[in-house]
T-cell receptor, first 112, second 108 residues
Framework: DSGVTQTPKHLITATGQRVTLRCSPR?????VYWYQQSLDQGLQFLIQYYNGEERAKGNILERFSAQQFPDLHSELNLSSLELGDSALYFC???????????FGQGTRLTVV | GEDVEQSLFLSVREGDSSVINCTYTDSSSTYLYWYKQEPGAGLQLLTY?????DMKQDQRLTVLLNKKDKHLSLRIADTQTGDSAIYFCAARSNRLAFGKGNQVVVIP
């Protein structure tokens, strides 16, 4: 157990809908990362937060947004969902910007 | 091209050594990581190496870094069936970039 908690574990929703994925980092970790894992694209970096502020942005679609709250948990919002958004979404956390990242178990999103 | 590249598949017999290779593009990468992902699970950090090191050994794992060629390798000695998984290389610069993973299948 890495100490990073993601909910829900599984999510099935219809195209056009909006979902929110939640991540609780390890105790003491200030940085949170979001990644999307699909079969054809591998592990794609979406976005990183540090102590509530956005620090790095990757291949995140405009339909997606995220934030890190004062208690350091983070949410990833996915809207106007398309079939191609079906993937595993991972959250990771680290103590600081340059230390190793620990991953949660992921949320498997299926868009039907 | 991709920030981090890996070959996709490796098959190895139990008890043999496995070597997984990775290349990265960002020369400002400070840390290089190896993660392991078993089926249905998240990524587990196996080991890492700082960019000013050439080699790091951790029990059955040996990491070699050629900074000039931006090449990283992971050697697993005495490979066991429990080592069957997907192995990801990652490079940290202003973000943490991952390769597509290398699936290792251990044959008993």
């Amino acid at each position: 157990d890495s100490g990073v908690t993601q909910t829900p574990k599984h999510l099935i929703t219809a195209t056009g809908q909006r979902v929110t994925l939640r991540c609780s980092p390890r105790s003491g970790d200030l940085s949170v990362y979001w990644y999307q894992q699909s079969l054809d694209q591998g592990l794609q970096f979406l976005i990183q937060y540090y102590n509530g502020e956005e620090r790095a942005k990757g291949n995140i679609l405009e339909r997606f947004s995220a934030q890190q709250f004062p208690d350091l948990h983070s949410e990833l919002n996915l809207s106007s969902l398309e079939l191609g958004d079906s993937a595993l979404y991972f959250c990771a956390s680290s103590v600081s910007l340059n230390t190793e990242a620990f991953f949660g178990q992921g949320t498997r999103l299926t868009v039907v | 091209g991709e920030d981090v590249e890996q070959s996709l598949f490796l098959s190895v017999r139990e008890g043999d050594s496995s070597v997984i290779n990775c290349t990265y593009t960002d020369s400002s990468s400070t840390y290089l990581y190896w993660y392991k992902q078993e089926p249905g699970a998240g990524l587990q950090l196996l080991t890492y190496i700082f960019s000013n090191m050439d080699m790091k050994q951790d029990q059955r794992l040996t990491v070699l870094l050629n900074k000039k060629d931006k090449h990283l390798s992971l050697r697993i000695a005495d490979t066991q069936t429990g080592d069957s998984a997907i192995y990801f290389c990652a490079a940290r610069s202003n973000r943490l970039a991952f390769g597509k993973g290398n699936q290792v299948v251990v044959i008993p």
